[in-house]
């Protein structure tokens, strides 16, 4: 990361190249429990976009005085205390959202995707490089999410954002908004996208990071978290 | 007593943490390739969850509801449960380093568990007292660890099939997870009406 | 000793300080916002299951009902009556995801005037639906002698609930709300207890 890098490409970076859904198979718990529907998962994904740049450019600009040996509780209070503004405000101004999502907004904080960019980004970046890192993230993060809210919505409910798609084409079978869908809509898709780049990078010749994801998603971020303590 | 059987039911099986309410599904795929890992980190779990559960109970009855400080609950709780983990792991490895040789690998990953702040968050949102507050904990721990050990042993049968290459690795697992988490469905029933 | 303790320490509390003072500050700027959200909603709802109510009198608490003597279990919430008109009930029973809130309107002449689900956590496109008005229509209209029946498939009396599809649980859920909630009502219309309702909601 250390290289200087275009802004354009860093906002990118984290729609397509690093999806944290997909690619980095980050932040699994809300991409499959709120998204019963297309609505939940942009909820989802705004707030979670807002913890992201929120706390990226805090931690960009405080990155210089703060010593390894608190870095890590330092980080948490800071995500934990934009979590619950969000969180405050949600239920301040969008009352019915925030009581779809429940208790999967203060779960941002274990959200892992946002611990992940502030300990390998934002760490080690300026904090506009770290803005623009969380909005490429944050989008990323969203776009996903509501894709995986919209077919399971439009499967399961015959809905999408609440209106009626599939009146007259099949009668939706209620097990996509079931959490069995949820596994299921995230196992073709993650295929999906699979498929897709692969074909990209063999174009490209490109096979670096193909197992990456998987195992060290979650417990990736984690041992990062402990790594300076142990 | 009848409560306290219904939440041992709910939590395990009813609302199962991983399969139903999709809370730690990240130890849920990345320690479940094989039964003895599964075990161990179930072990983990279910030990941190049991004390923060009691911690964290204490912290907010008595530091923060008194003070009209609810709104500090998600960064206490968060705090609260990183420290703990980290004393644990200091207490085991000094004290008990048989214990810590058997969980002591998996206990860093605990922190970003979500089952752990999940359920801190759960009592709060029900109510619980503290004695159902840290049953609650342990039978979602042995829910998280019934959904753990099933799910290790689907794992260790699909290495050895033959796969699409696109399905290979997390596809394939998120499919099974599918198929074992219907299963859960029919438990549904048994809530207590 | 100051770079290794001290200094991380220091930093570690203002960090916290700063960032708790900022939570304090939102929370101060919202927390009048969320409970004016919860009285209008409240309102919103209460107007809703019972339209005829020019106003309604506060809230008269579980704890308050059970010390007269009110024959209540733990599912009745709060009540609330409407002067020459009726009551609303509050109840909260336990569904298939958790925790039923429903409001009940019920008319001193012993018919139910509404029911609407204020909050709950039912499957979406599976228990959700009792929440929609199709369901709950059909406990609109006179209290029926012996009470709701939920039966699966179509509903043959005005006590017969029609149960939504592969939501049995829910279905009940509302039923076992609205039953408790005119039964209550029942026993204050029969008994004359409106009288000390109106004492204990503070009226006149």
């Known amino acids: 990361m250390e290289e200087k890098k275009g802004f354009l490409s860093i906002l990118f970076n984290g729609i397509i190249k690093e999806n944290p859904t997909f690619r980095l198979l980050l932040g699994m718990c809300p991409s499959l429990a709120v998204t019963t529907m297309a609505k939940n998962g942009l909820g989802m994904g705004a707030a979670a976009t807002f913890v992201l740049v929120g706390s990226n450019l805090v931690i960009s600009l405080i990155r210089k005085i703060v010593p390894d040996k608190v870095r890590i509780p330092v980080f948490i209070t800071v995500i934990a205390g934009f979590t619950t503004i969000v969180h405050m405000l949600l239920a301040a101004f969008l009352p019915e959202i925030n009581k779809q999502l429940g208790i999967y907004i203060p779960l941002i904080v274990v959200n892992c995707i946002i611990f992940a960019r502030a300990e390998m980004f934002a760490q080690k970046n300026g904090p506009i490089s770290s803005i623009l890192d969380g909005i490429g993230m944050g989008i990323g993060f969203t776009l996903a999410i509501t894709l995986i809210g919209s077919v399971r919505e439009i499967l399961g409910a015959g809905t999408w954002m609440g209106i009626p798609v599939t009146v007259n084409l099949f009668d939706p079978a209620v097990l996509f908004i079931l959490p069995p869908g949820g596994f299921m809509v995230m196992g073709l898709l993650v295929a999906a996208f699979n498929k897709i780049t692969e074909r990209k990078r063999k174009e490209t010749g490109n096979e670096a990071d193909s197992e990456a994801g998987c195992a060290a998603g979650c417990p990736g971020c984690s041992k990062a978290m402990h790594g300076g303590e142990a | 007593m009848k409560e306290l059987f219904a939440i041992l039911i709910g939590a395990m099986f009813v609302e199962n943490f991983v399969l139903s309410k999709f809370l730690g599904i990240c130890p849920f795929l990345g320690v479940s390739k094989k039964t003895s890992t599964a075990v161990g980190m179930s072990g983990a779990v279910i030990f941190v969850l049991v004390l923060s559960q009691a911690v964290t109970w204490l912290v907010n009855h008595y530091l923060l509801v008194p003070n009209e400080l609810e709104y500090l609950q998600t960064i206490a709780f968060i705090l609260t449960i990183a420290a703990l983990v980290q004393l644990v792991e200091t207490i085991l490895k000094k004290m008990i380093p048989s214990l810590y040789k058997a969980l002591g690998v998996y206990l860093p990953l605990i922190t970003t568990n979500c089952a752990v702040l999940g359920s801190a968050l759960l009592f709060v949102e029900r109510q619980y007292s503290f004695v159902q507050a840290v049953f609650f904990g342990f039978a979602a721990g042995l829910g998280f660890t019934l959904a753990l050990v099933l799910f290790s042993g689907v794992r260790e049968r699909l290495e050895t099939c033959d796969i699409p290459e696109a399905f290979k690795g997390m596809p394939i697992t998120l499919i099974a997870a599918s198929l074992v988490s219907v299963t859960f469905m029919g438990f549904a029933s048994l809530i207590i009406p | ?204």
């Open chain 3, 1 to 204: 000793m100051y770079k290794e303790i001290i200094k991380p320490s220091i930093i570690l509390f203002l960090v916290c300080a700063v960032i708790t003072g900022a939570l304090a500050y939102v929370a101060a700027v919202t927390k009048p916002i969320i409970a004016e959200n919860d009285k209008l909603a409240k309102q919103e709802a209460m107007a809703e299951v019972l339209p005829e109510a020019k106003s309604f009198s506060d809230p008269v608490s579980f704890e308050a009902l059970e010390k007269e003597g009110f024959p209540v279990t733990g599912t009745i919430k709060n009540i609330y009556v409407a002067p020459d008109c009726g009551f609303v009930v509050e109840v909260t029973t336990k569904g298939y995801g958790g925790e039923v809130n429903m409001m009940v309107g019920i008319g001193n002449d012993k018919t139910v005037k509404g029911v609407k689900l204020t909050s709950h956590n039912e499957t979406p496109g599976l228990g959700a639906k009792a929440a929609n008005p199709e369901f709950v229509e059909q406990y609109l209209g006179p209290i029926p002698e012996g009470g709701f029946v939920v039966v699966k498939g179509a509903s043959k009396s005005d006590s017969e609930i029609e149960a939504v599809s592969g939501a049995t649980i829910s279905s009940r859920a509302v039923t076992k709300g609205v039953t408790e909630a005119v039964n209550l009502i029942d026993y204050i219309i029969d008994e004359d207890a409106a009288a000390t309702l109106n004492t204990l909601a503070g009226g006149n």
